[in-house]
């Protein structure tokens, strides 16, 4: 019994990092973590305004592409609701996102992830992540008077 509550445990705090590393990742550029994050064969659906995309490579395509669009991206993940069945999970994950958009200047995007993860080999992973947009704000007049992206 303890076993398995301490097994439950570990298994939340490793989708948890899961999920905060996608953040790190996209807000980072980090092309290495981001291709940690997920099995092979995996989903990255953002929806009709930012595009799907099936397996690593594509995923990272994607990414590159919306670097591209949006060079800086700070995404705060909260209320994670995450049920674990043995090997497998599925999680939806509040998100609020400020970008720099090469065109629109500074956004705010949010949503709600809706996730799958399953373990495998020993090692959790996403298989599948879908977002739901809730809104895409230009933020006219807004501007960062300090701070490393300030004069962005």
Known sequence: MLAARIELLETRVALERLIAEYAHAFDG???HLLRTIWHEGALLDLGAAFGSYQG???IIESAHSNWASMPH?????ANA???IDGETATGRVAVDCLCTHVEM?????SGLYHDR???RDGRWAFTERRFELHFLTP???WKAVAGAEASV
């Open 29 to 31: 550029r980090d092309e």
């Open 56 to 58: 690593i490579a594509a």
């Open 73 to 77: 991206m700070h995404h705060w993940m």
């Open 81 to 83: 609701v995450l049920d």
């Open 105 to 109: 200047g500074q956004v705010q995007i």
């Open 117 to 119: 993860f399953e373990r």
């Open 139 to 141: 933020l006219a007049g």
